[in-house]
Protein backbone atom coordinates (compact mmCIF):
# COMPACT_ATOMS: atom_id res chain seq x y z
CA UNK A 1 0.00 0.00 0.00
CA UNK A 2 1.37 3.35 -1.24
CA UNK A 3 1.27 6.43 1.45
CA UNK A 4 0.19 8.09 -1.05
CA UNK A 5 -3.60 8.99 -1.89
CA UNK A 6 -4.26 7.51 -5.10
CA UNK A 7 -5.70 9.07 -8.00
CA UNK A 8 -6.86 7.40 -10.56
CA UNK A 9 -6.79 8.41 -14.69
CA UNK A 10 -10.62 8.73 -14.78
CA UNK A 11 -13.56 9.13 -12.36
CA UNK A 12 -16.80 8.97 -13.68
CA UNK A 13 -18.81 11.96 -12.59
CA UNK A 14 -22.17 11.36 -11.82
CA UNK A 15 -24.46 14.29 -11.58
CA UNK A 16 -27.43 13.21 -9.09
CA UNK A 17 -29.82 13.14 -11.01
CA UNK A 18 -29.05 9.99 -12.97
CA UNK A 19 -30.80 7.69 -10.57
CA UNK A 20 -34.04 9.84 -10.87
CA UNK A 21 -34.52 9.90 -14.70
CA UNK A 22 -33.76 6.33 -14.75
CA UNK A 23 -36.36 5.30 -11.99
CA UNK A 24 -39.14 7.67 -14.12
CA UNK A 25 -38.38 5.44 -17.73
CA UNK A 26 -38.87 2.43 -15.28
CA UNK A 27 -42.16 3.68 -13.73
CA UNK A 28 -42.79 4.80 -17.33
CA UNK A 29 -42.98 1.62 -18.01
CA UNK A 30 -41.72 1.58 -21.66
CA UNK A 31 -37.68 0.97 -21.28
CA UNK A 32 -37.03 -0.31 -25.01
CA UNK A 33 -34.94 1.91 -27.28
CA UNK A 34 -36.39 5.35 -28.52
CA UNK A 35 -38.59 5.63 -25.86
CA UNK A 36 -39.28 9.63 -24.40
CA UNK A 37 -35.34 10.24 -23.16
CA UNK A 38 -33.53 9.18 -26.61
CA UNK A 39 -35.31 11.52 -27.92
CA UNK A 40 -34.72 14.24 -25.26
CA UNK A 41 -30.97 13.54 -25.70
CA UNK A 42 -31.52 13.26 -29.52
CA UNK A 43 -33.50 16.96 -29.97
CA UNK A 44 -30.89 18.19 -27.49
CA UNK A 45 -27.77 17.48 -29.63
CA UNK A 46 -29.67 18.55 -32.99
CA UNK A 47 -31.02 21.95 -31.07
CA UNK A 48 -28.01 22.78 -29.34
CA UNK A 49 -24.79 21.98 -31.88
CA UNK A 50 -27.00 22.29 -35.47
CA UNK A 51 -26.17 18.44 -36.09
CA UNK A 52 -28.82 16.94 -38.55
CA UNK A 53 -30.59 14.15 -37.73
CA UNK A 54 -29.06 12.34 -34.44
CA UNK A 55 -29.79 8.75 -33.65
CA UNK A 56 -28.29 7.27 -29.73
CA UNK A 57 -26.53 4.35 -30.63
CA UNK A 58 -25.16 2.14 -27.83
CA UNK A 59 -21.88 2.79 -28.49
CA UNK A 60 -19.18 4.98 -30.78
CA UNK A 61 -18.33 1.89 -32.31
CA UNK A 62 -21.92 0.82 -33.28
CA UNK A 63 -22.24 4.60 -34.05
CA UNK A 64 -19.20 3.70 -36.81
CA UNK A 65 -20.36 0.33 -38.27
CA UNK A 66 -23.91 1.88 -38.81
CA UNK A 67 -21.85 4.90 -40.95
CA UNK A 68 -19.89 1.75 -42.74
CA UNK A 69 -23.03 0.24 -43.81
CA UNK A 70 -24.67 3.73 -44.73
CA UNK A 71 -22.12 4.73 -47.19
CA UNK A 72 -22.42 0.75 -48.73
CA UNK A 73 -18.59 0.06 -48.18
CA UNK A 74 -17.99 -3.24 -49.89
CA UNK A 75 -14.65 -5.26 -50.17
CA UNK A 76 -12.22 -3.62 -51.68
CA UNK A 77 -13.01 0.20 -51.18
CA UNK A 78 -10.39 2.28 -49.61
CA UNK A 79 -10.90 4.41 -46.34
CA UNK A 80 -8.56 7.31 -45.69
CA UNK A 81 -8.05 7.58 -42.05
CA UNK A 82 -4.94 8.76 -39.44
CA UNK A 83 -3.29 5.40 -37.51
CA UNK A 84 -3.02 7.09 -34.57
CA UNK A 85 -6.44 5.91 -33.66
CA UNK A 86 -8.93 3.77 -31.14
CA UNK A 87 -9.59 0.66 -33.08
CA UNK A 88 -13.15 1.02 -33.64
CA UNK A 89 -12.29 3.90 -36.13
CA UNK A 90 -10.93 1.11 -38.28
CA UNK A 91 -12.46 -2.13 -37.41
CA UNK A 92 -16.12 -0.60 -38.55
CA UNK A 93 -14.67 -0.39 -42.14
CA UNK A 94 -12.79 -3.79 -42.39
CA UNK A 95 -15.73 -5.27 -40.88
CA UNK A 96 -17.34 -4.60 -44.63
CA UNK A 97 -14.26 -5.74 -46.08
CA UNK A 98 -12.54 -2.06 -46.74
CA UNK A 99 -8.95 -1.47 -46.74
CA UNK A 100 -7.65 1.21 -44.64
CA UNK A 101 -5.09 3.06 -45.84
CA UNK A 102 -3.84 5.08 -42.59
CA UNK A 103 -1.91 9.01 -42.74
CA UNK A 104 0.46 9.64 -40.38
CA UNK A 105 -0.29 12.34 -37.24
CA UNK A 106 1.24 16.12 -37.47
CA UNK A 107 4.05 17.17 -36.21
CA UNK A 108 2.17 19.48 -34.17
CA UNK A 109 -0.51 17.39 -33.27
CA UNK A 110 -1.62 13.53 -33.10
CA UNK A 111 -4.58 15.01 -35.49
CA UNK A 112 -4.48 13.57 -39.22
CA UNK A 113 -2.03 15.28 -41.64
CA UNK A 114 -4.08 16.73 -44.33
CA UNK A 115 -1.25 17.70 -46.71
CA UNK A 116 -0.78 13.53 -47.02
CA UNK A 117 -4.00 12.75 -48.04
CA UNK A 118 -4.85 13.90 -51.89
CA UNK A 119 -1.62 11.50 -53.02
CA UNK A 120 -3.51 8.66 -51.79
CA UNK A 121 -6.79 9.10 -52.98
CA UNK A 122 -7.35 6.45 -55.98
CA UNK A 123 -10.32 5.41 -57.79
CA UNK A 124 -11.16 3.03 -55.23
CA UNK A 125 -11.25 5.72 -51.91
CA UNK A 126 -14.61 5.81 -50.71
CA UNK A 127 -14.19 8.13 -47.45
CA UNK A 128 -12.15 10.24 -45.11
CA UNK A 129 -12.09 9.52 -41.66
CA UNK A 130 -10.85 12.39 -39.58
CA UNK A 131 -10.29 11.82 -35.48
CA UNK A 132 -10.43 14.67 -33.25
CA UNK A 133 -7.74 13.56 -30.91
CA UNK A 134 -8.28 14.94 -27.31
CA UNK A 135 -11.55 17.16 -28.70
CA UNK A 136 -9.49 19.39 -30.76
CA UNK A 137 -10.60 20.09 -34.45
CA UNK A 138 -8.88 18.46 -37.57
CA UNK A 139 -8.32 20.98 -40.52
CA UNK A 140 -11.67 20.52 -41.54
CA UNK A 141 -11.78 22.59 -44.79
CA UNK A 142 -9.02 20.74 -46.08
CA UNK A 143 -10.89 17.54 -45.52
CA UNK A 144 -14.15 18.78 -47.10
CA UNK A 145 -12.55 20.49 -49.76
CA UNK A 146 -11.02 17.39 -50.85
CA UNK A 147 -14.00 15.52 -50.49
CA UNK A 148 -16.04 17.75 -53.02
CA UNK A 149 -12.90 17.59 -55.37
CA UNK A 150 -13.05 13.42 -54.77
CA UNK A 151 -16.86 12.49 -54.13
CA UNK A 152 -15.62 11.26 -51.05
CA UNK A 153 -17.96 10.58 -47.74
CA UNK A 154 -16.53 12.28 -44.73
CA UNK A 155 -16.69 10.81 -41.69
CA UNK A 156 -15.93 12.40 -38.19
CA UNK A 157 -14.86 10.53 -35.67
CA UNK A 158 -15.91 12.54 -32.86
CA UNK A 159 -15.88 10.21 -30.03
CA UNK A 160 -13.96 13.05 -28.22
CA UNK A 161 -14.93 15.96 -29.35
CA UNK A 162 -18.30 16.96 -27.73
CA UNK A 163 -19.28 20.57 -27.45
CA UNK A 164 -16.03 21.56 -29.29
CA UNK A 165 -15.72 24.02 -32.31
CA UNK A 166 -14.36 24.19 -35.60
CA UNK A 167 -13.54 28.04 -36.81
CA UNK A 168 -13.61 27.83 -40.87
CA UNK A 169 -11.47 29.71 -42.88
CA UNK A 170 -14.60 32.13 -43.63
CA UNK A 171 -14.78 32.66 -40.03
CA UNK A 172 -17.75 30.63 -39.12
CA UNK A 173 -18.23 28.59 -35.48
CA UNK A 174 -19.15 25.32 -36.88
CA UNK A 175 -19.48 22.14 -34.13
CA UNK A 176 -17.45 19.60 -34.31
CA UNK A 177 -19.83 16.88 -35.31
CA UNK A 178 -21.63 18.88 -37.83
CA UNK A 179 -19.26 19.43 -40.75
CA UNK A 180 -19.09 15.68 -42.08
CA UNK A 181 -21.69 13.64 -43.99
CA UNK A 182 -21.72 11.53 -40.76
CA UNK A 183 -20.35 11.73 -37.34
CA UNK A 184 -20.00 9.88 -34.52
CA UNK A 185 -19.69 10.11 -30.88
CA UNK A 186 -19.28 8.12 -27.66
CA UNK A 187 -21.06 8.67 -23.98
CA UNK A 188 -18.07 6.02 -22.68
CA UNK A 189 -17.40 6.69 -18.88
CA UNK A 190 -14.05 7.75 -20.02
CA UNK A 191 -15.58 10.64 -22.45
CA UNK A 192 -16.73 14.22 -20.71
CA UNK A 193 -20.74 13.43 -21.06
CA UNK A 194 -21.30 9.72 -20.35
CA UNK A 195 -23.65 7.09 -20.00
CA UNK A 196 -21.66 3.56 -18.78
CA UNK A 197 -21.61 2.42 -22.25
CA UNK A 198 -23.12 4.70 -25.13
CA UNK A 199 -22.76 6.84 -28.85
CA UNK A 200 -24.67 8.45 -31.26
CA UNK A 201 -24.64 9.06 -35.13
CA UNK A 202 -25.27 12.23 -36.73
CA UNK A 203 -26.24 12.16 -40.13
CA UNK A 204 -25.84 15.38 -41.44
CA UNK A 205 -26.53 14.76 -45.13
CA UNK A 206 -30.36 14.15 -45.10
CA UNK A 207 -30.33 11.95 -48.08
CA UNK A 208 -29.36 9.25 -45.89
CA UNK A 209 -31.58 10.41 -42.61
CA UNK A 210 -34.59 7.16 -43.66
CA UNK A 211 -32.19 4.44 -44.42
CA UNK A 212 -30.20 5.56 -41.05
CA UNK A 213 -33.32 4.40 -39.11
CA UNK A 214 -33.65 1.39 -40.69
CA UNK A 215 -30.26 0.32 -40.09
CA UNK A 216 -30.84 1.35 -36.45
CA UNK A 217 -33.84 -0.77 -36.01
CA UNK A 218 -32.66 -3.89 -37.43
CA UNK A 219 -33.06 -3.55 -41.16
CA UNK A 220 -37.00 -2.95 -40.73
CA UNK A 221 -39.27 0.29 -41.58
CA UNK A 222 -40.27 -0.06 -37.89
CA UNK A 223 -40.11 3.63 -37.16
CA UNK A 224 -42.11 4.80 -40.37
CA UNK A 225 -44.55 2.38 -39.69
CA UNK A 226 -45.27 3.78 -36.02
CA UNK A 227 -45.33 7.33 -37.40
CA UNK A 228 -47.74 6.31 -39.53
CA UNK A 229 -46.40 6.36 -42.78
CA UNK A 230 -46.26 3.04 -43.87
CA UNK A 231 -49.13 0.31 -42.83
CA UNK A 232 -47.49 -2.25 -41.74
CA UNK A 233 -43.47 -3.32 -41.18
CA UNK A 234 -41.29 -5.31 -42.47
CA UNK A 235 -37.39 -6.30 -43.83
CA UNK A 236 -36.25 -4.05 -46.03
CA UNK A 237 -32.39 -3.32 -45.96
CA UNK A 238 -29.94 -5.18 -43.52
CA UNK A 239 -29.45 -3.55 -40.26
CA UNK A 240 -28.57 -4.29 -36.41
CA UNK A 241 -29.79 -3.68 -33.19
CA UNK A 242 -27.94 -0.17 -32.49
CA UNK A 243 -30.33 1.83 -30.70
CA UNK A 244 -29.71 1.95 -26.56
CA UNK A 245 -32.18 1.37 -23.98
CA UNK A 246 -34.02 4.39 -22.55
CA UNK A 247 -32.90 3.80 -19.30
CA UNK A 248 -28.93 4.75 -21.21
CA UNK A 249 -30.71 7.41 -22.88
CA UNK A 250 -32.17 8.48 -19.32
CA UNK A 251 -28.18 8.21 -17.40
CA UNK A 252 -27.24 10.53 -20.75
CA UNK A 253 -30.05 13.00 -20.29
CA UNK A 254 -28.89 13.68 -16.48
CA UNK A 255 -25.20 14.26 -17.74
CA UNK A 256 -26.67 16.82 -20.73
CA UNK A 257 -28.72 18.81 -18.37
CA UNK A 258 -25.41 19.85 -16.29
CA UNK A 259 -23.12 20.04 -19.60
CA UNK A 260 -22.05 23.42 -19.62
CA UNK A 261 -20.95 22.88 -15.47
CA UNK A 262 -19.12 19.62 -16.93
CA UNK A 263 -17.31 21.52 -19.51
CA UNK A 264 -16.56 24.51 -17.80
CA UNK A 265 -14.69 22.56 -15.26
CA UNK A 266 -12.95 20.48 -17.25
CA UNK A 267 -11.49 23.11 -19.40
CA UNK A 268 -10.84 25.20 -16.32
CA UNK A 269 -8.40 22.08 -15.04
CA UNK A 270 -6.76 21.61 -18.55
CA UNK A 271 -5.88 25.76 -18.39
CA UNK A 272 -4.31 24.70 -14.64
CA UNK A 273 -2.09 22.00 -15.88
CA UNK A 274 -1.60 24.52 -19.07
CA UNK A 275 -0.14 27.31 -17.14
CA UNK A 276 1.35 25.28 -14.22
CA UNK A 277 3.48 23.07 -17.03
CA UNK A 278 4.38 25.86 -19.72
CA UNK A 279 7.30 26.58 -18.49
CA UNK A 280 8.88 23.51 -17.36
CA UNK A 281 8.20 22.50 -21.04
CA UNK A 282 9.57 25.01 -22.58
CA UNK A 283 12.83 24.83 -20.87
CA UNK A 284 12.81 20.69 -21.13
CA UNK A 285 11.89 20.31 -24.57
CA UNK A 286 8.82 18.49 -23.72
CA UNK A 287 5.65 19.35 -26.05
CA UNK A 288 2.53 21.08 -24.87
CA UNK A 289 -0.97 20.06 -26.34
CA UNK A 290 -1.34 22.47 -29.45
CA UNK A 291 -4.31 23.87 -30.63
CA UNK A 292 -4.72 25.53 -33.82
CA UNK A 293 -6.31 28.43 -34.91
CA UNK A 294 -9.34 26.66 -36.22
CA UNK A 295 -10.13 24.90 -32.88
CA UNK A 296 -11.68 25.82 -29.88
CA UNK A 297 -10.66 23.44 -26.95
CA UNK A 298 -13.47 20.98 -24.93
CA UNK A 299 -10.94 19.89 -22.45
CA UNK A 300 -11.18 16.46 -23.22
CA UNK A 301 -7.85 14.84 -22.41
CA UNK A 302 -4.65 17.04 -21.45
CA UNK A 303 -1.55 15.20 -22.78
CA UNK A 304 2.43 15.58 -22.81
CA UNK A 305 5.00 14.83 -25.44
CA UNK A 306 8.48 13.92 -24.03
CA UNK A 307 11.65 14.14 -25.82
CA UNK A 308 11.96 9.86 -25.91
CA UNK A 309 10.19 6.94 -24.68
CA UNK A 310 12.48 6.66 -22.26
CA UNK A 311 11.62 9.52 -20.69
CA UNK A 312 7.99 9.14 -21.02
CA UNK A 313 8.34 5.84 -18.99
CA UNK A 314 10.22 7.04 -16.62
CA UNK A 315 7.89 9.81 -15.44
CA UNK A 316 4.94 7.21 -15.45
CA UNK A 317 7.06 5.39 -13.17
CA UNK A 318 7.51 8.41 -11.29
CA UNK A 319 3.93 8.33 -11.29
CA UNK A 320 3.12 5.02 -10.30
CA UNK A 321 5.25 5.31 -7.26
CA UNK A 322 3.22 8.16 -6.06
CA UNK A 323 -0.13 6.40 -6.34
CA UNK A 324 -1.10 8.79 -8.93
CA UNK A 325 -2.17 6.74 -13.00
CA UNK A 326 -0.67 8.16 -15.89
CA UNK A 327 -1.07 6.59 -19.08
CA UNK A 328 -0.03 6.18 -22.66
CA UNK A 329 -2.16 6.28 -25.53
CA UNK A 330 -2.97 4.87 -28.47
CA UNK A 331 -0.39 2.15 -30.56
CA UNK A 332 -0.33 2.72 -34.30
CA UNK A 333 -3.04 0.80 -36.16
CA UNK A 334 -0.73 0.32 -39.04
CA UNK A 335 1.75 -1.77 -36.43
CA UNK A 336 -0.76 -3.39 -34.99
CA UNK A 337 -0.66 -7.18 -34.37
CA UNK A 338 -3.80 -7.61 -36.75
CA UNK A 339 -3.20 -4.69 -39.58
CA UNK A 340 0.89 -5.24 -39.61
CA UNK A 341 1.03 -7.75 -42.18
CA UNK A 342 -1.89 -6.00 -44.31
CA UNK A 343 -0.19 -2.63 -44.03
CA UNK A 344 1.91 -2.03 -47.15
CA UNK A 345 1.89 2.43 -47.34
CA UNK A 346 5.20 4.33 -46.12
CA UNK A 347 6.45 4.64 -42.78
CA UNK A 348 4.32 6.66 -40.38
CA UNK A 349 7.15 8.38 -38.29
CA UNK A 350 4.77 11.07 -36.38
CA UNK A 351 2.08 8.13 -35.41
CA UNK A 352 4.47 6.00 -34.23
CA UNK A 353 6.55 9.07 -32.20
CA UNK A 354 2.70 10.12 -30.39
CA UNK A 355 2.88 6.34 -29.48
CA UNK A 356 6.20 6.32 -27.83
CA UNK A 357 6.35 9.53 -25.98
CA UNK A 358 3.08 10.96 -25.18
CA UNK A 359 1.34 10.74 -21.64
CA UNK A 360 -2.32 11.67 -20.74
CA UNK A 361 -2.80 13.23 -17.28
CA UNK A 362 -5.64 12.42 -14.87
CA UNK A 363 -8.31 14.94 -15.98
CA UNK A 364 -12.02 14.19 -14.56
CA UNK A 365 -14.78 16.53 -12.97
CA UNK A 366 -13.87 15.96 -9.35
CA UNK A 367 -10.03 16.18 -9.81
CA UNK A 368 -9.31 19.03 -7.14
CA UNK A 369 -6.90 21.71 -7.50
CA UNK A 370 -4.82 20.14 -4.98
CA UNK A 371 -4.39 16.95 -6.50
CA UNK A 372 -3.50 18.56 -9.83
CA UNK A 373 -0.37 20.18 -7.74
CA UNK A 374 0.84 17.48 -6.81
CA UNK A 375 0.61 15.88 -10.38
CA UNK A 376 2.34 18.76 -11.47
CA UNK A 377 5.08 19.03 -9.13
CA UNK A 378 6.58 15.05 -10.10
CA UNK A 379 6.95 16.44 -13.07
CA UNK A 380 8.48 19.47 -12.58
CA UNK A 381 10.55 18.10 -10.06
CA UNK A 382 12.07 15.14 -12.45
CA UNK A 383 15.56 16.21 -14.22
CA UNK A 384 14.96 14.55 -17.70
C1 LIG B 1 -13.73 6.31 -27.26
C2 LIG B 1 -13.46 6.30 -28.71
C3 LIG B 1 -14.11 5.43 -29.60
C4 LIG B 1 -15.00 4.32 -29.15
O1 LIG B 1 -16.06 4.70 -28.38
P1 LIG B 1 -17.03 3.59 -27.74
O2 LIG B 1 -18.22 4.38 -27.36
O3 LIG B 1 -16.29 3.03 -26.56
O4 LIG B 1 -17.31 2.57 -28.77
C5 LIG B 1 -13.86 5.55 -30.96
N1 LIG B 1 -13.00 6.46 -31.44
C6 LIG B 1 -12.34 7.30 -30.62
C7 LIG B 1 -11.41 8.31 -31.21
C8 LIG B 1 -12.53 7.24 -29.23
O5 LIG B 1 -11.85 8.07 -28.43
Not at 70 to 97: K, Q
Not at 105 to 122: A, F, G, Q
Not at 340 to 360: C, P, T
Request: charged content about 25%; hydrophobic content about 40%; aromatic content about 14%.
Amino acid sequence: MSIYKHIPFNKPYMTGDESFYIKDAVLSGKISGNGKYTKLCQNFFEQKYGFGKCLLTTSCTDALEMAAILINISPGDEVIMPSYTFVSTSNAFVLRGAKIIFIDSTKDNPNIDVSKIEKLITNKTKAIVPVHYAGVACDMDVIMDLSKKYNLFVIEDAAQAIDNFYISRDGEKKALGSIGHLSTFSFHETKNVISGEGGMLVINDSKFYSRAEIIWEKGTNRNAFFRGEVDKYGWVDIGSSFLPSDIIAAFLWAQLEHIEKIQKKRKLLWELYYQKLKVYCNKNNVKMPFIPKYSAKNGHLFYLVFKSKKQRDLIIKKMKNNNIDAVFHYLSLHKSEFYKDKYKGEQLYFSDYYSDNLLRLPLFYSLSENQLNRIVSIIINEKI
